[in-house]
């Protein structure tokens, strides 16, 4: 089970950090990746971390504005979000996908694969 958490309200321009516990599996073995979506929008890739080398994937939307981590020994991870625009605003879900193979962050963001997704927090940009 994973858990989101550390949405809210901000203003334009302003930071959010959110928070994905697990419970049940050890998230040593698993790309973590996180995505949103807005009303009337599709879902949105926006970004992974892998299990193995923690090497990191962003959407261009967020490219140098969001920072994606990940803590094993306390089974969490976290998106850190900064400058963030009323286009940021969405439910903002956590995902896990078993395996350490190159190309598995690029195939959750764009395919939207993983084996365990939270319920998603709420992220709302506005002034």
């Known amino acids: 089970q994973l858990v989101e958490s550390g949405g809210g309200l901000v203003q334009p321009g302003g930071s959010l950090t959110l928070s994905c516990a697990a419970s049940g599996i050890s998230l040593d073995n698993y790309a973590i990746a996180w995505f949103r979506q807005a009303p009337g929008k599709e879902r949105e890739g926006v970004s992974c971390i892998s299990s193995r080398d923690l090497a990191t994937t962003y959407a261009d939307s967020v490219k140098g504005r969001f920072t994606i981590s990940r803590d094993n020994v306390k089974n969490t991870a976290h998106l850190q979000m900064n400058m963030l625009s009323p286009e940021d605003t969405g439910v903002y879900y956590c995902?896990?996908?078993?395996?350490?193979?190159?190309?598995?962050?690029?195939?959750?963001?764009?395919?939207?694969?993983?084996?365990?997704r939270g319920q998603g927090t709420q992220v709302t940009v506005s002034s």
């Open positions: 995902a896990a996908d078993w395996g350490s193979y190159p190309g598995l962050c690029t195939v959750m963001l764009d395919k939207g694969r993983y084996n365990y």
